[in-house]
Every structure is written in C-alpha cells, then in structure tokens.
C-alpha cells in the first residue's frame, strides 16, 4: 500500500497524539513501531534524493565525456 504525503501528515499526527498521552494512550496502539516505520519512510525519502542527485551529476558527466571523445576522434 502506498501513501501520499497527506496520509502521512495525517498518520505521523495521530501517532505523535497518542505518543503524548503516555500511559493514557489506547492500550495495544504500536506508537513506537509507527514512529520507527516513519524515520525509516524519512530516510529512504533522503537516501532517493541523494541517489538522484548522483544519477543526474553521473549523467552529466558521460555527456561531457562522450562531446570530449568527439572532439578527440574529429581532431585525429
């Protein structure tokens, strides 16, 4: 199942809801488990930027590559 950010908002709001009730919170409700599965949905978030980023600096760098090998192959 996939979640849109709202979802999300809404779902990490619910959770940090029942987190700050404490001892009150509903008995059986897995605070902390939805709390871990959101830091790993932030960091995977991060991680797929960073992975984006370097995918797009590697593809300018071929393209720069491939013009210096054409410039190279035409001057021979």
């Not at 199942?1 to 999300?8: R, T």
């Not at 871990?36 to 932030?42: F, I, K, S």
């Not at 960091?43 to 013009?67: C, D, H, P, T, Y």
Request: proline residues 1%; positive net charge; aromatic residues 6%.
């Amino acid at each position: 199942m996939i979640l849109s950010a709202s979802q999300l908002r809404a779902l990490r709001q619910r959770n940090d809801e029942e987190l700050r009730k404490g001892n009150y919170a509903k008995h059986g409700y897995p605070a902390n488990t939805i709390q871990d599965l959101l830091h790993t949905v932030e960091a995977l978030k991060s991680e797929k930027k960073k992975w984006k980023k370097v995918a797009q600096e590697r593809g300018e760098l071929l393209n720069k590559m491939s013009g210096m090998l054409e410039i190279y192959n035409k001057s021979k």
